[in-house]
């Protein structure tokens, strides 16, 4: 889940201060196609649990684009808010979610969330606009909207490891290196939980389709020739940390 590198939104505008995501903004089905591969053991889905319990609690899932997420939130959640700078993700994970009545989908980005202060007890952000360096502004409004004793939980790839972690590697290599990342994170006093995820595909084309919109083509093509079967090797990290 790559949403950084250039390309330009579709019609809607998304707010300012978006980060592009090429991936999820022009191929929303097929991003849907990869958010149902992801975690197929329900691995990171544990961790989270563990790092930041939400069951009676106010979850925000901060760039919550098409709201998939959403659901297994208000699985237990005593409140879920989603925000999202895209309109047309925005309008899709209102859709989502219409039935969920303690589920609310609000326009915002990270670095201006439309909440009040200490409104929130779990904040989770699943590749979206917290990769590090120059996140800084999003995590100053973490601490507005956060409660003491809250936690944020924010999911990257982690390009140190993994099938996946090498491709991503070669795709951006412009990209700060995994130790710039980890620095970043770790001296503003977040932890590094490693979880090994993977993608399980139900074809051959559904992965295939998914490397591609998450790769730069030439390093897709060279990913694909080398990789057989349904499944990836992905790692990620959760970067967490207590308010
Ligand atoms: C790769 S998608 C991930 C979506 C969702 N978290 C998921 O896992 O299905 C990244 C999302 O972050 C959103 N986004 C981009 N810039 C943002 C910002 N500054 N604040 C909050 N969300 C942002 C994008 O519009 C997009 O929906």
Excluded at 8 to 31: D, E, Q
Excluded at 52 to 79: E, I, N, Q, S, Y
Excluded at 216 to 225: H, K
């Amino acid at each position: 889940m790559t949403p950084r590198p250039t390309g330009s939104p579709g019609r809607a505008r998304p707010l300012r201060g978006a980060v592009p995501s090429p991936n999820i903004w022009k191929h929303t089905a097929t991003y849907e196609t990869e958010n149902r591969a992801v975690d197929p053991d329900g691995v990171l889905w544990s961790t989270l649990r563990s790092l930041a319990p939400w069951t009676g609690r106010t979850v925000l899932d901060l760039g919550c684009g098409t709201g998939f997420h959403l659901p297994a939130f208000a699985a237990d959640a005593g409140r879920v808010v989603g925000v999202e700078p895209h309109p047309d993700l925005l309008a899709l994970a209102r859709r989502r979610t219409a039935r969920l009545d303690h589920v609310s989908v609000l326009a915002g980005t990270a670095q201006a969330v439309p909440l009040p202060p200490s409104s929130v007890d779990v904040v989770h952000a699943r590749w979206a606009y917290f990769f590090g360096p120059g996140c800084e502004p999003g995590l100053a409004e973490l601490d507005r909207v956060v409660r003491p004793g809250g936690t944020a939980v924010v999911v990257d790839n982690d390009g140190s490891r993994s099938t996946f972690g090498a491709w991503f590697r070669r795709g951006y290599p412009h990209l700060p290196a995994p130790a710039e990342v980890e620095r970043f994170w770790s001296t503003r006093g977040w932890t590094r939980t490693p979880v090994d995820m993977g993608w399980r595909f139900a074809s051959r084309a559904d992965l295939e389709a998914v490397v591609r919109i998450e790769l730069p083509p030439a390093v897709a093509t060279e990913a694909l020739r080398h990789h057989d079967g349904l499944e990836v090797d992905y790692a990620v990290n959760v970067w967490s940390r207590s308010f």
